[in-house]
């Protein structure tokens, strides 16, 4: 099917005709940006496109902070002995927790106060204590960032969503190993889930909140 063909298909199902909109108290989800994904040295870390939307999710950072917009990242890791990898169709047993490729990645280098949380699974949220935490603090829009967006930027949307959080997506901060993925995945989520925003536009939203908008 045309690519033309299937937007119609989608318009005439109704998808997409809304917008998620903003909240007014977001956090910040950085999902696997870690050495494993962006560090060229690892099977996985061979893509530009990820490595590029690493870079891009920085700028974002450096003003949540500036807000006190809670930041939260994962890190996908194991124990090394294949009992918690599960059925993946690749073998990422070798992301150990502890290890270098578990560790964030430096564009985007943690401070102190931002936590890091462990999955070993495709959606942040599963098996994991992130939504408590937002839920802490209060939170009603989840900004995801992270890699890839085929799998865990995906599968997260799909739960933030489904947890009833406005899911905002800035499409220059998620990366995927091949652009074909990457696009096809932005394109349906867009038409579902979240809205899928230039960064540049989430940034003036960032920029317009008022200090501190998150009461602990």
Not at 85 to 90: A, D, E, L, R, S
Not at 148 to 160: E, F, M, N, P
Request: aromatic content about 10%; proline content about 5%; hydrophobic content about 40%.
């Amino acid at each position: 099917m045309h690519m033309t063909d299937k937007l119609s298909v989608y318009q005439q199902a109704g998808y997409g005709q809304k917008q998620v909109g903003f909240g007014e108290k977001p956090a910040l989800l950085l999902v696997d940006f870690q050495h494993a994904f962006t560090n060229s040295e690892y099977p996985t870390g061979k893509s530009p496109l990820i490595k590029q939307a690493a870079a891009e999710a920085a700028e974002l950072l450096e003003l949540a902070r500036e807000k006190d917009i809670p930041v939260i990242y994962t890190v996908v890791g194991y124990r090394g002995d294949q009992w918690d990898t599960g059925n993946w169709k690749t073998d990422i047993g070798w992301i150990t927790v502890g290890s270098h490729a578990a560790e964030v990645s430096p564009e985007v280098e943690p401070v102190k106060g931002e936590p890091i949380v462990l999955k070993k699974y495709p959606s942040a949220f599963f098996g994991t204590e992130v939504l408590s935490l937002l839920t802490t603090k209060q939170v009603d829009t989840v900004i995801v960032t992270g890699c890839t967006t085929s799998g865990c930027v995906r599968a997260t949307i799909i739960d933030a969503f489904s947890y009833g959080f406005k899911t905002i997506v800035p499409e220059e901060c998620v990366g995927d190993q091949a652009k074909e993925s990457h696009d096809a995945n932005l394109f349906d989520v867009n038409a579902r889930y979240a809205d899928v925003l230039p960064k540049q536009q989430v940034l003036e939203y960032l920029t317009a909140l008022k200090a501190a908008p998150i009461t602990t």
